[in-house]
């Protein structure tokens, strides 16, 4: 089956970095976009950054500027790299995809990762 597996969570301390990875697998055909969510208890889950297939990016107000998103397409893999982290970028981050499988290559649907913890000290 289709899975997308994240990782680089962990604690850091405020004003570090870092980066998270999102892969995809599972006879992937084509993403045609990636993203990251992240939601903080008691709180929506919220966009963070999203990149399209021909590398178009869009980040949330709050990350600008200290957040970048990317992609490695012959890879599969998403990335988000995080820099001078915030306490209030504490949150479960979510890798999203939207890609269709090898075997039908034109339908595509939405896939999410089982989230990661960043934990921003202050």
């Known amino acids: 089956q289709v899975q997308l597996v994240e990782s680089g969570g962990g604690l850091v301390q405020a004003g570090g970095s870092l980066r998270l990875s999102c892969t995809a697998s599972?006879?992937?055909?084509?993403?045609?976009?990636m993203g990251w969510y992240r939601q903080a208890p008691g709180k929506l889950r919220e966009l963070v950054a999203t990149?399209?297939?021909?590398?178009?990016?869009k980040y949330a107000d709050s990350v600008k500027g200290r957040f970048t998103i990317s992609r490695d397409n012959a890879e599969h893999t998403g990335y988000l790299q995080m820099n001078s982290l915030k306490p209030e970028d504490t949150a479960v981050y979510y890798c999203?995809?939207?890609?269709?499988?090898?075997?039908?290559?034109?339908?595509?649907?939405?896939?999410w990762g089982q989230g990661t913890q960043v934990t921003v000290s202050s």
């Open positions: 599972g006879g992937i055909g084509s993403i045609n976009a």
């Open positions: 990149i399209t297939s021909d590398g178009i990016t």
């Open positions: 999203y995809a939207f890609l269709s499988r090898l075997l039908s290559m034109w339908d595509y649907r939405d896939y």
